[in-house]
């Protein structure tokens, strides 16, 4: 089993975007079969109306369990039965592929934990849908450790490269960031960073945390943040065992950071990191479910309403999203 490829879950995302044309692009060119196992859940019907918006095809049959699969025959189509494509018109917000959603991403989870699956990776999920569609949490992240019995911090953990960036405050004003920021909090999104980037097979995590102020504050002299708040967090987690440097003035700790210097960086608020990874690169990054007990990614778009159904999609982040998975599935099985 070791040196076979992980067998992962492949989620067809909302049927009403770009994910399953997505997913049907990079099943076409046979990129999911170079690098993994995939088992494609959800409907078979909404998986053809992708192959259609892709322009090709591939051949595939449908599976009612993970022990049907024979990948020589062609791709498995874990398929759910609960979309009709007449039913869901591309491009909109719609409350039935929400509730699809909240079901393949159920089943996906309740798979990893019977050990049918090593992990998964999504196509974009649309959380206003899913809400809609009857998900009674903020985000898949907050329903997927409810799945999974998880009670530490969740997050997630956005990737580029060999960078991962995690936010310590997110969806909130900029005006109650700092009084929003804790040395508990800068500790515990550390920590989750530090355990993330070792799980994707870094021995000896390199970190750093961003500054809140310009100039990392200048002794206090432009905020105190730096002193009071931020370099207790660096002690205390030193003191469990953390290579945590800083804090670095944001404007050159992602030049540092790009170069290589380090693998993680902790952010103070949520534009801080995201503007340095989108202008370095757009189409490339991913999203690491931090805190949960699989491997679990997917690409940093969203449902791309405005070019569904074209075919237009690009299939570069999604690419880099499988990959993260079965290189973290992978280095599950060396623990």
């Known amino acids: 089993m070791a040196n076979e490829k992980p067998i992962l879950g492949i989620l067809l995302g909302d049927s009403t975007g770009v994910g399953p044309e997505l997913v049907a692009k990079v099943a076409i060119s046979g990129f999911l079969t170079e690098q993994c196992r995939p088992i494609i859940i959800g409907d078979m019907r909404i998986f053809e109306r992708g192959l259609k918006f892709a322009g090709g095809d591939v051949k595939h049959y449908a599976i009612s369990d993970v022990s049907e699969a024979d990948w020589e025959k062609g791709l498995p189509i874990l398929d759910q039965k609960n979309q009709d494509p007449d039913e869901l018109p591309i491009k909109q917000i719609s409350l039935k592929a929400g509730a699809a959603v909240n079901d393949m991403l159920t089943l996906a989870c309740e798979m990893c934990k019977e ?8 196509a974009p999920f649309n959380k206003s849908a899913m809400i809609e569609g009857g998900c009674k949490f903020e985000s898949e992240h907050h329903l997927m450790a409810h799945i999974f019995g998880v009670t530490g911090p969740v997050s997630e ?17 900029i005006a109650k960031v700092s ?13 989750l960073l530090n355990q993330t980037v070792a799980n994707s097979g870094v021995a000896h995590p390199r970190l750093a945390v961003c500054a809140l102020n310009p100039h990392c504050g200048e ?4 905020g105190r943040e730096e002193l009071d708040v931020i370099a207790p967090a660096i002690e205390a987690a030193h003191k469990q065992g953390i290579d945590l440097q800083g ?9 540092k950071a790009f170069n290589g210097d380090f693998d993680g960086v902790v952010t103070m608020y949520h534009d801080q990191g995201q503007i340095a990874l989108k202008l370095k690169g757009f189409d490339q990054g991913i999203t690491v479910a931090g805190g949960q007990p699989y491997p679990i990614v997917t690409c940093a778009h969203g449902t791309a309403y405005d070019i569904t159904g074209t075919g237009k999609v690009m299939t570069s982040s999604f690419e880099n999203a499988v990959k993260m998975t079965v290189k973290m599935a992978m280095h599950n099985r060396t623990k």
């Open 219 to 222: 002794n206090g002299r432009c």
């Open 179 to 191: 009084e929003n920021l804790t040395t508990e909090k800068i500790l515990r999104v550390t920590t």
């Open 247 to 255: 804090p670095y003035s944001a404007d050159i700790l992602f030049i």
């Open 157 to 173: 953990i956005n990737v580029l490269g060999h960078l991962m960036t995690v936010r310590t405050t997110s969806h909130i004003p």
């Open 115 to 122: 050990g049918k699956i090593e992990g998964f990776a999504f």
